[in-house]
T-cell receptor
């Protein structure tokens, strides 16, 4: 099992460019999440998907869109990147209950110039 | 305002001694707490959790203590090993928001051989 995979690992964008971060899990989990990690801020939830076909905003959704393509895949799109979106992005999945452990991918380091 | 706080950004401990990582939260409705560990260039991994109906949970060298009246939890690592050097995130979740977990900013632990 690969667990949670993310692509790409690194990306540099210019302000205004768009890109999609891909995430896939092979654990048959119902819930998937996108977080960003910034120094001194911990992990902040951007969007989550409680189950296939549903998505909801987290704490910091502005400037992002998501798609739960199927049970395995959950993508994060930046339509017009801004320097404030420079961060490390983590995708995670969990079976679904609030007490369930979340399993994280290795992260994508994004720099917006 | 951060709902989950880890007031020590870093901590250094000698190998073999006890490491104590602290976490405070503001929302008394949180009813489940988790600790995640993160190595550089990797995603966080689950370490240990505790339900609000308990005041202690132990797993090998790791013990989490919960003081609900003080809204405080702590992670004890005994004995500390160099491989424990990592960033530790405290996290809390709400039964009514079962898909959302609030993370603290993290504490970087260095275990000195």
């Amino acid at each position: 099992n690969a667990g949670v995979t993310q692509t790409p690992k690194f990306q540099v964008l210019k302000t205004g460019q768009s890109m999609t971060l891909q995430c896939a899990q092979d654990m048959n989990h119902n819930s998937m999440y996108w977080y960003r990690q910034d120094p001194g801020m911990g992990l902040r939830l951007i969007y989550y998907s409680a189950s296939e076909g549903t998505t909801d905003k987290g704490e910091v959704p502005n400037g992002y869109n998501v798609s739960r393509l199927n049970k395995r895949e959950f993508s994060l799109r930046l339509e017009s990147a801004a320097p404030s979106q420079t961060s490390v992005y983590f995708c995670a999945s969990s079976p679904g209950s609030y007490t369930d452990t979340q399993y994280f991918g290795p992260g994508t380091r994004l720099t917006v110039l | 305002d951060q709902q989950v706080k880890q007031n020590s950004p870093s901590l250094s401990v000698q190998e073999g001694r006890i490491s104590i990582l602290n976490c405070d939260y503001t929302n008394s409705m949180f009813d489940y707490f988790l600790w995640y560990k993160k190595y550089p260039a990797e995603g966080p991994t689950f370490l240990i959790s505790i339900s609000s109906i308990k005041d202690k949970n132990e797993d090998g060298r790791f013990t989490v203590f919960l003081n609900k009246s003080a809204k405080h939890l702590s992670l004890h690592i005994v004995p500390s090993q160099p491989g424990d050097s990592a960033v530790y995130f405290c996290a809390a979740s709400l039964k009514t928001s079962y898909d959302k977990v609030i993370f603290g900013p993290g504490t970087s632990l260095s275990v000195i051989p």
